[in-house]
């Protein structure tokens, strides 16, 4: 199927089963009927606009193949058209600074801050590595030899505009598109290679709708491991022999369930097995950032602390000894969400850093994540904790864009 298309009103017969079924509301039919029927009318309702995470399962659910989760999106568009957002969002916002990106990468070890500086970068390229912005938060899963020969290129001035996707703010997204597509032209680049999931989900399937017109090729990066692995160009040194579970990211959904299944033969070539947890896969819960997107929460902290501790429960419920994911928001989330979290302190990785063990390199101690998580907290509460009670709201063009960036 399609990943992002416009909601087609005329094949939809508000059956409610996407709302029924979504593994964040599931609300009982006749409820998930009425609220449809609301959202279709351009009515208020009681509770989708609110609790949505934009986590996009309920595409795979429509059996009509409809494309609710665009209606979803196109309401919230809306509301922001005529209500701007709440003072507390623009702390989230990736292409205004100060962030909470920006705060973390300004309290970086020297020798991180020198990897980000060389991924500024502009010359020619006929290929790159683009990073993504999670991974410009935590350049240290690149420190790596999987990496050598490749041309790391990225800021957060570059972001794929993902958070705006979810949030259904289209005139931002559409302004990020044509900006990734002229500097990819400038720098002559024909083909890129992508750690990030988000960031090839947009490259690849939503981007294009906005104005992104760069005609190049563009791969994953865990498929490509993988296939190191398996021809004796990365040699596994080490089995882990651990047992672990995966925390999906929401636009692996879009890929199906083939890419799905990398990250698992991933984990079982470095000797993990893993345990599945109740919602995986299509029906996974969002890491907790999904928590922040309605219009209603636009990042409402106790909203996130609550998603991200779902995701937590879920985990801790397998019994694995620790959480495997492929996205470092996903990563950074978690990690977040274990400091105001008493029952559930699992370990959290990224799969590159257990690639990286296995091959005999080592990654940064939990005790340094935990201090990276606390930094993260620590910028909610100076930049965003004073916004909470303010009734001042804004529009992300109306504020001066920074583009997100940093000195380095």
Not at 128 to 155: M, Q, V, W
Not at 313 to 330: F, K, L, P
Request: proline share 5%; with cysteine.
């Amino acid at each position: 199927m399609v990943f992002y298309a416009e909601f087609e009103a005329e094949k939809c017969n508000g059956c409610g089963l996407c709302f029924h079924k979504c593994p964040v509301m599931r609300l009982p039919l006749e409820e998930a009927k009425e609220e449809m029927a609301r959202l279709l009318a351009g009515d208020e309702t009681g509770k989708v606009l609110d609790k949505c995470e934009s986590c996009f399962t309920c595409n795979y659910i429509c059996p009509e193949d409809a494309h609710p989760a665009e209606l979803v999106l196109s309401r919230w568009k809306q509301k922001y058209e005529k209500q701007g957002l709440p003072a507390r969002a623009a702390y989230f916002m990736p292409t205004l600074a100060p962030n909470f990106r920006t705060f973390v990468i300004d309290r970086l070890p020297s020798d991180e801050k020198a990897m980000l500086r060389s991924w500024l970068s502009e010359g020619p390229a006929e290929e790159i590595f683009y990073p993504g912005c999670n991974l410009i938060t935590a350049p240290y899963i690149l420190k790596s030899g999987l990496f050598e020969g490749h041309d790391i290129r990225g800021s957060l001035s570059m972001c794929c505009g993902e958070m705006y996707f979810r949030m259904g703010l289209e005139e931002q997204l559409e302004r990020q598109a044509r900006k990734l597509a002229l500097w990819l032209e400038q720098m002559g680049t024909r083909r890129m290679i992508i750690p990030c999931t988000a960031g090839y989900n947009l490259f690849t399937n939503v981007l294009p709708r906005f104005g992104f017109d760069r005609e190049m090729e563009i791969e994953h990066f865990l498929p490509l491991l993988l296939q190191r692995i398996d021809n004796g160009e990365i040699e596994i040194k080490r089995k882990l022999g651990w047992t672990v579970t995966i925390q999906e990211s929401c636009h692996a959904k879009s890929l199906g369930d083939e890419f799905m299944q990398v990250p698992r033969e991933l984990l079982a070539r470095l000797g993990c097995k893993v345990v599945e947890q109740r919602q995986c896969k299509t029906e996974m819960f969002c890491c907790g950032i999904g928590g922040g997107f309605s219009h209603k929460s636009s990042y409402n902290p106790f909203r996130l602390s609550r998603s991200t501790w779902r995701g937590l429960a879920g985990a801790r419920q397998t019994g694995a000894q620790a959480i495997v994911s492929y996205c470092a928001g996903c990563l950074q989330m978690l990690e977040t969400g274990k400091l105001t979290n008493p029952v559930n302190r699992m370990p959290v990785y990224h799969i590159i850093e257990l690639v990286k063990l296995a091959i005999g390199e080592e990654t940064v101690s939990r005790a340094e994540k935990a201090k990276r998580a606390a930094i993260f907290m620590a910028g909610v509460t100076r930049h965003q904790a004073p916004a909470l009670l303010s009734a001042k709201r804004f529009y992300v063009e109306e504020k001066t864009a920074q583009d997100g960036e940093t000195k380095y």
